[in-house]
């Protein structure tokens, strides 16, 4: 088998398009990095969806920890809490088991049961908690200069948040979140590796590497494709938040605009 042909018969085979069964033996490396990189579409579905929905519920939550009501205020601080407080692993262990024990009373979690679906909840919250602390910060810290001028001008309520406090909290707070970003990308690696299961050996790409390493007893092979699979991926990351980085500072002056940092989380 040529190697364009191992990639139409595995290059769509984590989402069940192509040959249904894994290579047993003679692997190749065209066949690691083509099942590796199959599994790839998994990590970027997690990362970009949970990330996009994320994003809004952070900026719910922050504003939330900053509000007068304690209800509302002490909500926010828990949840927070509670996700940061928590390790990753744990948090999609338990989701699984527990969407697993209230399905057959609840018919609307059989859905979450499965990886596309129940992991993406655990990934949405949890990026939800680490981003809700950093607005939050970036929130305490703008200017205070700024909203005084908004009051001068008259702007009160939703128009004050839009115009003023929201973009100078993205602002502020671009560069931290581009970590999380990162990471997040990084922790979608734990999804089939915790509770949930890989359908029919459909998996991530963790998924893959490991199948290779243990059929072949060298992981010097699959576990450096798929490092290099998400270093590709963290330079597409770093390259767009750049862009956006840019876009928001785009009205300072080039000596005050905030250059883009990047410090990867390895332990939380």
Known sequence: MSCWETIADYGLRSIGIGERLLPRNDFTLCQQFTLIGS?????????????????????????????????IRKSSEWFIFIFRGSPLFIQCFFAYFMFLSLKNTYPFFNPLT?????????????????????FYGALQSIPKGDTEAADAYGLSGWARFRRVIWPTMLRLAWPAYTNEAIFLFHATTLVFFSGFPALQQRGDALYYANYFADKTFNPFVPYPILAGYFIVLTLIVIAIFGLINTRL?????????KTLRVRPQIIR
Do not use: D
């Not at 990934?123 to 950093?134: H, P, R, V, W």
């Open 39 to 71: 599994g790839m579409i998994w990590n970027i579905y997690f990362g970009i969806v949970a990330l996009c929905t994320g994003f809004f519920l952070a900026t719910a939550v922050a504003m939330g920890k900053a509000a007068h009501n304690p209800l």
């Open 114 to 134: 499965s990886a596309w679906a129940g992991a993406l909840v655990v990934l949405f919250l949890n990026t939800a908690a680490y981003s809700g602390e950093i």
């Open 249 to 257: 500072n785009r009205h300072l002056p080039q000596s005050a605009r």
